[in-house]
């Protein structure tokens, strides 16, 4: 799923803080980590946020582009490797003010997993487990680990496409499935809307880890929403059809494939009819 996994981590994320277990969004995230004092040092560094990292606007200088993956002129791969990746992240240079500038970058989501696992004492892994998956009924999966064991919660996520699937009708159904409300409704509502603008082409918005921007049906502009996976892989809800589509692919670090796959939700989307065939709001109760 590579990326698609930040998208998870989001989700985990907002069912551990309805425990309480985690601080505001607000909160520095230096103040987390007493054990590197330095990073405290820089007014810069300490503006950033735990939201910050959320929607990939913390500010801090981060590489990772598709035609790097694998060389340590990537910065991703640098996590893969470090003994300390928390640190690697957070103490790298500070090139924009947090909060103004999109800069997509898997270290933030590595904090977040970071923060996940010291606030419930287990493995991200194992937290997916018990809190997403067995309750959507996915037994199926693999979460990989980096050099030392521990899940690479930026790119490490393994799922069927049926699976994924569940995730998307519970994010449709505002984070219930079977009568079991799992990810908090005002969570998911955050999650899928936009926070900052992104200036890319998957999509001009970008809200918790899930991508977001809007399509023509029927003559009329629908918000969509995106897990977005490095080769192909992607979630796409089109909350207004109660559409939830999933591609899986194999073109990994090819840029190319942003288009395709873009072209074939828009030619999913166009097969959408209204019941009447009459104008009017579009409802999940009024398309087939």
Do not use: C
């Amino acid at each position: 799923m590579r990326s698609i996994s930040k998208s998870v981590v989001g989700l985990l994320f907002g069912i551990v803080r309805e425990d309480g277990r985690l601080p505001a969004l607000s909160t520095p995230v230096v103040d987390l980590y007493p054990g590197y004092p330095t990073l405290t040092l820089e007014p810069a560094r300490r503006s950033i946020t735990i939201e910050h990292l959320l929607t990939m606007s913390s500010g801090l200088e981060w590489h990772e582009t598709a035609a790097t993956y694998g060389s340590f002129s990537n910065d991703e791969t640098r996590l893969f490797w470090d003994w300390s990746p928390i640190k690697f992240v957070l103490s790298r240079p500070m090139v924009d003010p947090s909060g103004q500038k999109f800069s997509y970058n898997g270290g933030n989501t590595a904090v977040i997993a970071d923060l996940l696992e010291r606030a419930t004492g287990t493995s991200l892994d194992q937290l997916a487990r018990s809190r997403l998956f067995e309750p959507l009924g996915i037994t199926d999966y693999a979460w990989l680990g980096d050099l030392w064991g521990r899940a690479m919660a930026y790119a490490g996520l393994r799922l069927k496409p049926r699976d994924l699937l569940r995730i998307g009708q519970m994010m449709l159904n505002h984070g219930r499935w079977q009568d079991r409300q799992i990810v908090p409704a005002e969570w998911v509502t955050q999650s899928i809307r936009p926070h900052i603008a992104t200036g890319r082409g998957a999509g001009n918005g970008y809200g918790y880890y899930w991508w977001t921007g809007d399509i023509d049906w029927q003559g009329r502009k629908l918000s969509w929403s995106a897990a977005v996976g490095n080769g192909g892989q992607r979630l796409f809800l089109v909350p207004a059809l109660d559409l939830v589509v999933v591609m899986t692919a194999g073109a990994y670090n090819d840029p190319g494939i942003v288009a395709k796959e873009g072209d074939l939700l828009k030619q999913v989307v166009a097969t959408v009819q209204p019941w009447s065939g009459e104008a009017g709001p579009v409802s999940s109760g009024d398309v087939k």
